[in-house]
């Protein structure tokens, strides 16, 4: 008897601003990692977390390097390269690229925070449509709950180490701007 044949997994491109907040980006690249979703990013979208985390400082902006390259080896697959397709449109017209390296890497979805200028009327006209990490990272959590958990845990552990201080289930996810996934993490670790 054959095994079930594997089911194709999630393709899903992160935009910067999903990559910037450290706490969300530890969390997708750990749910990624157990295998829930693939991910994809292309060099702008590296780049513009990497500008954004500069304005903090050198100190913000080397870190941001060394993880960026940390997520690059660890996903190597991960690099779109946009084809620079002239014939997209968005209302934002520099958002542009993350569309066009979402077609690029025949993503399922686009993970962001901006819902304004990723219509998803729009981009359903390439097969594709717009979700925020909170509710899809709720969803995981509700299909996947042990998984979901474990990650949530680590990255609690792991911010709490850097910070020097206790960091609570529900507050801290709640101030990484994910209020469902907060919530659900504190029933469950309860």
């Keep these: 008897m054959n095994p079930d044949p594997p089911q194709p997994r999630l393709r899903v491109l992160l935009d910067a601003c999903v990559i910037y ?14 295998g829930l979703f693939v991910p994809l990013w292309s060099r702008r979208i590296i780049d513009e977390w990497c500008h954004a985390a500069a304005r903090l400082g050198t100190g913000a902006a080397k870190l941001a390097g060394v993880e960026a390259a940390l997520m690059q080896a660890h996903f190597p697959d991960a690099m779109i390269t946009p084809a620079g ?23 399922d979805m686009i993970l962001t925070l901006n819902a304004r200028d ?16 909170d509710g899809f ?8 709950p042990n998984t979901m958990l474990a990650v949530l845990l ?13 960091q609570p ?22």
């Design 154 to 166: 680590k990255v609690q552990a792991h911010t709490a180490q850097i910070s020097a201080r206790p």
């Design 21 to 34: 907040p450290s706490v969300m980006r530890e969390v997708l690249v750990a749910v990624a990692e157990a």
């Design 85 to 107: 397709r002239r014939d997209l449109w968005l209302p934002d017209p520099d958002d542009l690229h993350v569309l066009d390296a979402a077609i690029a890497g025949d993503a």
């Design 169 to 190: 289930m529900r507050a801290l996810y709640k101030r990484a701007g994910m209020p469902r996934l907060a919530k659900w993490a504190a029933i469950r670790a309860d």
């Design 118 to 133: 990723f219509p998803n009327r729009v981009l359903g006209l390439h097969d594709l449509y717009r979700r925020d990490p």
């Design 137 to 144: 990272l709720r969803e995981l959590a509700e299909e996947h």
